[in-house]
């Protein structure tokens, strides 16, 4: 480790009272390493002074403490070290005297470990700032502060509300229904996802995530594809088989036991799960061709939307019986009965 004890400087044995006044403050002011650091009687902040030349400008504090950069090392009176505020302040005064105390142990663990204490004198990570430092009406609610009585805390409601008082019936603009619930009542259409809304209730303010564990409008869970699947959401409490067609998670092809329908022209028939029939349901079972005339099947003009299929094969042998006075179309002709249809 390098030497950094104090630096006896011979010259102030012998200059004067204001000779050696401005030799020591000629050395503070051209300070690099920090054994040549200005070191009068004793005092050390020789490393100190050097971490504010090359990190002050990176080590900073609010409105009431400025930043390391802005405090002054100067030669007191009695040729100590006296490091002074930007500003008379409770707040400035306790970061300089908490600066001073840091001397000697800077000098003693170098740069890299004093740079860390400044740093964490004005900006602790803790919280732990000094109780001194929560200067109420300095626009920033600081640790110390709070707006609303709190053991330890200076009650600033001017810094941490914005001017008001939690629990004075007016939700004020630095105050919200986290902070403040007794003044801020969650409205839907505010902009904040607040208490128990949610895509489903309030979609104006709740945006719609995957796995928040509520199928929020717009959701899925039968297209993988579709940028709204979410089968972990939607599909949970979905069970093929309970007789209930969960249409954001079933349909006929994935649980034909639950959703067929006759009509929907699919024959959800034991062979994918459900219980339709050419007998139960022709209109979605019957094939041209299998030799039966179904219900929905006829020998000309079918009508679509009755979903009706044509289907001479099947309903000619049954519909068409020449002789019965009857030219039936699509069946009979002149030729083929001419008692029916000369």
Excluded: H
Excluded at 88 to 95: K, R
Excluded at 126 to 133: I, K, L, V
Excluded at 220 to 225: F, T, V
């Amino acid at each position: 480790m390098k030497n950094t004890s104090p630096i006896t400087l011979d010259p102030l044995r012998w200059i004067g009272g204001t000779a050696a006044l401005l030799l020591a403050m000629a050395l503070l002011a051209n300070c690099g390493d920090p054994a040549e650091s200005l070191n009068p009687s004793g005092s050390t902040c020789g490393v100190l002074n050097t971490v504010q030349a090359n990190a002050g400008g990176t080590i900073s504090g609010n409105t009431s403490t400025g930043g390391l950069s802005d405090y002054s090392f100067e030669a007191g009176a009695s040729g100590e070290v006296d490091i002074q505020p930007p500003s008379a302040s409770p707040c400035g005064d306790e970061i300089a005297q908490r600066l001073q105390g840091l001397c000697a142990v800077c000098e003693q663990n170098g740069g890299a470990a004093c740079e860390s204490l400044a740093k964490d004198l004005f900006n602790p990570a803790n919280g732990t700032f000094p109780e001194a430092c929560a200067a109420c009406g300095d626009s920033v609610c600081s640790p110390g502060e709070s707006a609303v009585d709190a053991p330890g805390k200076i009650t600033c409601a001017l810094d941490c509300t914005g001017g008001t008082s939690c629990g004075d019936g007016t939700c004020a603009a630095l105050e919200n229904p986290q902070t403040c619930p007794q003044d801020c009542e969650t409205a839907c259409g505010d902009g904040t996802c607040d208490g128990d809304e949610s895509n489903a209730t309030c979609p104006e303010d709740c945006e719609s995530a995957c796995g928040d564990g509520t199928c929020d409008s717009g959701e899925q869970g039968l297209d993988p594809q579709a940028p709204n699947y979410c089968r972990v959401d939607c599909c949970q409490a979905v069970s093929c088989g309970d007789g209930i067609c969960s249409e954001s998670c079933e349909n006929v092809g994935s649980c034909a036991q639950d959703c067929q329908k006759c009509g929907d022209d699919i024959c959800s028939d034991a062979s994918t799960g459900g219980s339709e029939s050419l007998g139960s349901c022709p209109r979605d079972c019957s094939v041209c061709g299998d030799g039966v005339c179904s219900r929905n099947e006829v020998i000309a003009n079918p009508n679509a939307e009755a979903g009706e299929r044509l289907c001479v094969v099947d309903c000619c042998a049954t519909q068409a019986v020449c002789g019965d006075g009857t030219c039936s179309p699509g069946c009979e002709t002149a030729e083929s009965c001419a008692q029916d249809c000369n």
